[in-house]
């Protein structure tokens, strides 16, 4: 929990996104971030060219391009469900692939926003 809850505010210091669930009991491997305005898909695509692997949905909908039932099921707005990323972490996981991964979203980010204008 205290690498997701690092990754999380350290994400969140650097691109804006909604943290989703983060006040509510929760797994402490997993962190689910919703990047307003930009597509899951792509950036799930753009951050696996980098190395940084994630999913935009749950494990169990693995393969479907479809929105994550968890997240409507929630009644979250539109474009946090369309802009929803899982990243998951393990006890082997460390805070310099934290860094990593939190450099690569700010450039996929960045890239994605320039891309939209």
Do not use: Y
Not at 27 to 36: D, G, I, W
Not at 42 to 62: E, H, R, W
Not at 64 to 72: A, E, H, M, Q
């Amino acid at each position: 929990a205290t690498l997701r809850n690092r990754f999380e505010e350290r994400v969140a210091s650097v691109v804006d996104v909604v943290v989703i669930a983060c006040q509510a009991p929760r797994l402490p491997h997993v962190s689910n971030l919703a990047f307003l305005g930009l597509d899951r898909q792509a950036l799930q695509m753009s951050l696996d060219l980098k190395s940084i692997f994630c999913s935009t949905g749950s494990a169990c909908s693995s393969g479907s391009s479809r929105p994550s039932g968890i997240l409507v099921a929630m009644g979250l707005p539109k474009d946090v469900v369309l802009g929803s990323l899982r990243f998951s972490f393990s006890r082997f996981s460390t805070d310099d692939e934290v860094d990593t991964a939190i450099r690569a979203i700010s450039q996929v980010v960045e890239i994605c926003h320039t891309n939209s204008i």
